[in-house]
């Protein structure tokens, strides 16, 4: 059977997602509507129709604020704000689905794991197992500020902490409760029998976690561990604990060169790396032809805000100002090494193509991106995508769309009966819990070889 692609919607609970300057856009509606429920029940329907895998939130804890050393081009462009807490989403956008699983954006670094653990067992109950926790560390210096530190954790040392906070919550998930602890005896006055409920006693270097945990076991236990990484400690720690990992890259070629090298770093870990999915980017923009395709591009290119687009590449924790009076033709390198997104610096130097110079780094930002976008009519928007799936050997993308909800309603309806006609995507979801159907011979539980599967107490076929 041919490889199927696995299809997220790259999504965020705000005003504005990647989309910089779109808002001014007659046929973008999703920065009137973000607050409105109705918006994201009708959100979820869509992407049911469409067959997508699930829908991908992610989230920020503070506001993009290095470019020009102010936050003001970021909230006058809405880059990223207002935002919203996405879970409160989940429970009415599975009410109306059956298939859609939703991955959720959640932070090592400022979130405590016991409170977290719960949420996610209280939502993977009511989903019925469709749901995902996307791992962050975090990147943003004015995140750090919002709880209390004067400045951002060292890079590496996110990491670290967000190690141990993987082991407290695979302790509280997989460790804390026996499967048949809710034992229902109306004989004996017990609902729960205190003999299989256990404290966890977590001491480590960040966090102190007596337990018990407060939920009862869930569908899969630990929800679907995605992650997005492609530092050196970021390739480490996706390949030690997440199940979808998320690359990005300029070309197919360097996407395969993350993808070969997690794979690798997963298998010293002790991993199958078939146990592992991973997704890259995806932008499209199609139209019935190609002239009115290259028209909407046109379109959305004159409401582009590079403001908002240089905002946003301070999660690098460099300030692209700083290069805005130099010589054009100077080679664009940085000076110095900062503790934020390693993966969005990349984008300019180790990942970019060739060597930029300063003039040609800047003009990155000055409109839409065409190398980084596929634009078309539907037959070509699906032999680019195949070509990319094929080339960059990811399992899936994670589909941008840049106004909303209309370049994904032209993509369901124009591209996806085309993948389906190949073969490329499914017709008809898997049954199953999200870890079913993206690893269909698995279980819903985690795999034996997954780091987190040590901390069970009892393993239940299920």
Not at 115 to 134: E, P, Q, V, Y
Request: with cysteine; proline share 5%.
């Amino acid at each position: 059977m041919t490889k199927q692609i696995i299809l997220n919607a790259f999504e965020m609970s705000s005003s504005m997602h990647n989309s910089h300057g779109l808002w001014k856009h007659p046929d973008n509606k999703r920065h009137r509507r973000y607050k409105d429920l109705d918006y994201w029940i009708e959100l979820a329907k869509l992407l049911e129709r469409g067959m997508f895998d699930a829908i991908f939130f992610a989230d920020v804890l503070g506001i993009y604020d290095i470019y020009q050393k102010s936050k003001d081009p970021s909230i006058r462009d809405g880059l990223q704000v207002p935002v919203n807490d996405a879970s409160l989403l989940i429970s009415a956008m599975a009410s109306v689905t059956e298939n859609l699983s939703f991955a959720i954006t959640v932070s090592t670094t400022y979130e405590p794991p016991f409170g977290n653990a719960r949420r996610f067992s209280t939502l993977d109950h009511l989903t019925k197992g469709r749901i995902a926790w996307n791992v962050v560390t975090s990147y943003l210096p004015n995140a750090a500020r919002n709880f209390g530190l004067p400045d951002m954790i060292k890079h590496d040392e996110r990491y670290n902490k967000a190690d141990e906070f993987l082991e407290v919550s695979y302790k509280l998930w997989e460790q804390s409760w026996e499967d048949n602890a809710m034992i229902e005896n109306v004989e004996t006055n017990t609902l729960v029998d205190p003999e299989k409920v256990h404290e966890i006693n977590h001491e480590g270097t960040y966090f102190k976690v007596e337990g018990p945990h407060l939920s009862e076991p869930s569908i899969q236990r630990t929800p679907v561990i995605y992650q997005a990484g492609t530092s050196e400690r970021g390739r480490e720690f996706a390949a030690k604990h997440a199940e979808c990992i998320f690359v990005g890259g300029p070309t197919p070629e360097r996407i395969r060169f993350y993808t070969e090298d997690i794979r690798q770093r997963a298998q010293k870990h002790g991993r199958n790396p078939d146990n592992i999915k991973i997704i890259s980017f995806l932008s499209v923009i199609v139209a019935e032809t190609t002239e009115e395709a290259w028209q909407k591009f046109e379109e959305y290119n004159k409401v582009w805000s590079s403001d908002a687009a240089k905002a946003q590449f301070g999660a690098s924790g460099y300030d692209i100002a700083e290069f805005e009076g130099v010589d054009p033709n100077e080679p664009f390198e940085y000076k110095k090494s900062t503790e934020g997104g390693h993966y969005k610096a990349a984008t300019l130097t180790k990942d970019a193509p060739k060597k930029l110079s300063v003039g040609e780094a800047l003009k990155r930002f000055e409109s839409l991106d065409r190398t980084q976008i596929i634009v078309g009519n539907p037959s070509e928007v699906a032999d680019a995508i195949q070509r990319q799936f094929e080339e960059s050997g990811v399992d899936g993308f994670n589909l941008n769309h840049l106004v909303t909800p209309g370049d994904l309603e032209s993509f369901i309806e124009l591209v996806i009966p085309i993948l389906q006609e190949r073969g490329l995507y499914k017709k008809q979801y898997q049954s199953g819990t999200l870890r079913e159907k993206l690893f269909p011979r698995g279980k819903s539980i985690l795999p034996d070889d997954h780091p987190g599967s040590q901390y069970r107490r009892v393993l239940t076929e299920r």
